[in-house]
């Protein structure tokens, strides 16, 4: 995923692009790019950050103004590196000035590109891009409109895009088709990018651009038509974001600050919908399924990295406490199997983004296959919360880290409410869906006491960071815990660090233990302590040296590991959302000593919007 924004209005562009690519720096950071359409068109591009882009256009006057595109890549097509850079261009010799920049894949590129080779075109970089850029160009004829319209006709994939031609430099073009693009409305000025990140400071009015269909951008006027030319109405919405919501504040990293939002987020991602006084959950996103989901046969849930394993939570909870057999799928791996969905099946999509092509793709080849479909997202709007049937929203604001945090707790948090309302129309009974309730409603508060612990930890890490190889067990729902503290710790630290079931480690992964090897085993009070006591001991005897997460007045386990971290007391089901804090904790505190990038870490972009 890359970002985008382009402006068309009366202000100084160069600020306000640059401004908005930095918000959008998440989303990719390879290379970046900058057009200008300022008496004739400029171009900037650079490897790395935005902040090298911005030194070589800040003090130059061509770039001095009001209408121009710019873009953060996270390259799919082509190395990182100048030429592959965004915006590109339609070709030099013949072409009209037209510069494009991007957001996802065109798939025909290599036909269009020996199509437009044979017309004489010529290329400089390998990027689909350029190929579409040089269509664009081939199919200009005055209108920069209709020639976008035009060239999206031919072309098959995802993208997200803005035009500009220096032929006509009072327009801006942008269109999308399965990557997102929202287009800020202020006065007499259009602030588009592809996350509302990038727009919340100048406007909090904008409409999303549907698949397939393109915006006409003056400085007074738009118009959207889709790519055949019909014309549409976009209805004006309010930006739910507030400025607050993505600056960093006191804190030192965006990661930081969200997992330290954990307690105030779960709240408000409860709020309305927990009632512990009357044993009741209220899910309106979904009541109009409330039936079908009662009856349902199957649940499966789909999802990729961190949202995958909140969904692997999710099918203990629904099994458990709703007796319906539950399956959980990487969605890269079940949208290209032959999968069977048997009648009755509900297919539930997790995702913070709601744009990861992968996760995208399953729930839709589940829709097709005849399975109802809903969504536990957090973008409002995205494309999985707009295709799927039905859906609950996180509700845990913008998530701006790449590690995902807050995110995952919001999934967590909304898949047990999905799993208690579907099981108190089973075989749930009131007291235990009451005590569950109460639990649920006082994790906020847990939560935060755990936060409190964060300088016990950063010396508890401060005494393992050196080591390469790390290890992270539990059982029950804090295995799909230890899976995800081990992919907090990679993401960010680049240790290499493996998560896997507490009683899996005998078969074959216990002979990566030696001397002070770190292993974080989450070891909370429940059915399966005894046995993960006995993991430890395993452990221990091979001279690995134990973290343990474990519950609160629990002193017993101490002679069994090397450092502990408690948690609160709380219901086995609910457990996940309390032990992933110290192991979010551990991760940040492991990148912090290893002087990484916590906010931006090699290789990564926020959300994959790619295959
Ligand atoms: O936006 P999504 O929740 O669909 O993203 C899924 C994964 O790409 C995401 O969780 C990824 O694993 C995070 N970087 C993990 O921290």
Known sequence: MCGIVAYIGSKPARELLLEGLKRLEYRGYDSAGIAMLNGGLHVARTMGRVSGLE???????AFNGTIGIAHTRWATHGEPSERNAHPQCDDGKKGHGIRIVHNGIIENYA???????????????????????????????GNLETAVQAALREVTGAYAIAVVCEEEPDVLVVAR????????????????????????????????????????????????????????????????????????????HFMLKEIYEQPATLKTCMQGRVNAIDGNIVLGGVAEFAEQLSKAKRILL???????????????????????????????EFRYRNPIVEEGTIAIAVSQSGETADTLAAVQEAKRRGAITLGAVNVVGSTISRDTDAGVYLRVGPEIGVASTKAFIGQVAVLTMLATYVGRRHHLGKELMTELLAALEAMPMHIEKVLGESDHILQITKGVVDRDNWLFLGRGTNYPVALEGALKLKEISYIHAEGMP????????IALIDKGMPVVIVATKGSQYEKVIGNMEEVRSRGGHIIAVATEGDTAIQKHCDDVIYVSD????????????PLQLIAYHAAVLRGKDVDKPRNLAKSVTVE
């Open 111 to 141: 036909s269009l590109k020996t199509y437009l080779k044979e017309r004489g075109h010529e290329f400089t970089s390998d990027t689909d891009t350029e190929v579409l850029a040089h269509l664009i160009g081939e199919l200009y004829n």
């Open 55 to 61: 030194e070589m256009v800040i003090d130059d006057e």
């Open 302 to 332: 789909l999802g990729q990295g961190t949202a995958l394993h909140a969904a692997m939570i999710g099918e203990y909870l629904f099994e458990g406490l709703a007796g319906i057999p539950t399956e959980v799928e990487f969605a890269s």
């Open 570 to 581: 709380v219901p086995e089901p609910l457990q996940p959302l309390l032990s992933v804090i």
């Open 502 to 509: 507490a009683a899996e480690m005998k078969h074959g992964p």
């Open 177 to 252: 088709k399965g990557s997102p693009l929202i287009v800020g409305v202020g006065k007499d000025e259009y602030v588009v990018a592809s996350d509302s990140s990038a727009i919340v400071a100048h406007t909090t009015q904008a409409f999303l651009l549907d698949d397939e269909t393109v915006a006409r951008l003056t400085r007074d006027s738009f118009r959207t038509t889709t790519v055949e030319n019909v014309e549409l109405t976009p209805e004006i919405q309010e930006l739910e974001y507030s400025l607050e919501q993505i600056e960093l504040g006191d804190f030192d």
